[in-house]
């Protein structure tokens, strides 16, 4: 089997397992990636890839890796993004390790806490009821562009202080840069140039806002970390800006998938759709199950710090490896059923192991409770409002992306609840 991706071809060994490791990075793969799934973890704990890291497909294998901290995230760009212009791309906690990836999370971590992101309900949820009228007033329309996109990425900005006539363009720099999460050599050349020309001009937007910022003051979490720039100690322009642009990508990219992933599971299961308009408090724990069944993340890498055994393989210091975190979360030794859509798995006190979409250990995702929040409130509007809802295509379209994986479009059509008299 060949994959191609733009100049690039990758051609699998003649193993049964070298095809299907070929066809995990194959775009026609997107739409249902999980028979493919199961295949790698019965295939065995380890397997080759094209990129010289191995991938890991079982759950407790990847929860090893990202549990623990002698597992480094900060050689993502040698191993992933080769052709990544260094000189210009902005430092990111995403890609560090401690100190600095303490020193640049503790100081935007304020902005998430969960008593910060709960004062956030009254807007999430008048934004949700606002977007549902957009819809319902449309009857039939997109949902990745109606609901998914516009509510964690307003919500985002808004805690950021960007203003919302830039959010078109920020949305259009920042799907550039999503879709450049995935390795290099799967890239095609166009979507390499878009990544290199989004990255600039993104900084230089951000260097603009923060110099209003400095000029006009506000309350949002930019002027707090223009602030802390200007004091020179702990924390530099460019990590300035590399927080900016980290915060705007991870702070509604996933979320988008996570709508629209979710929404389409609930549409294709409608007798767990029916369960959760007859008890609405399911919203919170169905938010969990719909990242376990339909992880907006598929995949996330790591490096040894030191000499580490996982799979039954030792890695020495600088070797890499790829959590395959959606096949992770559908791993029958960790979930019962997996393959089935259950809004009552994690219910308090079931016991339910935990899904890697939020990932673990001190890399956990600092927008965690922000993503629960948001999709919460959406699903609880949606059961409120809406009184039908069907999918007008049964093969709508992925974008391309392997890491940050979900729909392209979702066509659906809405019905609003009958008024009461």
Not at 154 to 183: K, M, N, Y
């Amino acid at each position: 089997m060949t994959v191609t991706a733009g100049a690039t071809s990758i051609t699998a060994s003649g193993t049964d397992v070298g095809h299907l490791v070929a066809a995990l990075f194959d775009p026609t793969s997107r739409p249902d990636p999980y028979p493919l799934y199961a295949r790698l973890r019965a295939a065995g704990p380890l397997h080759d890839t094209p990129f010289g890291l191995r991938v890991a497909p079982r759950h407790a294998d990847c929860a090893a890796i990202l549990g623990n901290a002698d597992w480094g995230h900060d050689q993502e760009a040698h191993q992933m993004h080769p052709t990544l212009p260094a000189e210009e791309f902005p430092a990111t906690f995403l890609w560090m390790e401690p100190p600095d990836h303490t020193r640049l999370r503790g100081l935007v971590s304020k902005a998430f806490t969960p008593r910060r992101v709960a004062a956030l309900r009254p807007r999430i949820t008048a934004l949700v009821d606002e977007l549902l009228d957009n819809a319902l007033a449309a009857g039939e329309f997109d949902l990745i562009q109606t609901l998914a996109y516009p509510l964690p990425l307003t919500i985002i900005c808004e805690i950021l202080g960007v203003p919302a006539a830039d959010h078109p363009i920020i949305q259009v720099w920042s799907q550039a840069l999503a879709r450049a999460f995935d390795p290099d050599v799967l890239m095609p050349p166009e979507a390499l140039q878009q990544r290199n020309n989004a990255i600039p001009e993104f900084l230089d937007y951000f260097r603009g806002l923060v110099a209003r910022s400095r000029r006009e003051g506000g309350d949002s979490l930019l002027h707090d970390l223009a602030a802390v720039e200007e004091q020179g100690d702990r924390l530099t322009e460019d990590e300035l800006l590399g927080t900016c642009v980290t915060l705007l990508i991870a702070g509604h990219e996933t979320t988008v998938n996570l709508v629209g992933n979710g929404m389409l599971a609930l549409l294709r299961n409608p007798d767990q759709l029916a369960e959760l308009r007859a008890e609405p408090d399911l919203a919170r724990p169905a938010v969990d199950e719909l990242l376990r069944y339909d992880s907006p993340i598929h995949l996330n890498t790591r490096a040894a710090k030191r000499e580490l055994s996982v799979g039954g393989r030792t890695f020495a210091p600088g070797e890499g490896v790829v959590a395959l975190i959606a096949c992770a979360n559908r791993d029958p030794d960790a979930f019962p059923d997996p393959d089935r859509l259950d809004l009552r798995r994690y219910l308090p006190g079931k016991g339910t192991a935990r899904h890697l979409s939020f990932s673990l250990g001190h890399h956990y995702c600092l927008g965690a409770p922000l993503a629960l929040l948001e999709m919460e409130v959406l699903l609880t509007g949606f059961v409120r409002r809406v009184h039908s809802a069907e999918l007008l295509t049964e093969t709508p379209p992925y974008k391309p992306n392997l890491l940050i994986r979900g729909l392209a479009e979702l066509p659906v059509r809405f019905r609003a609840q009958p008024r009461r008299a």
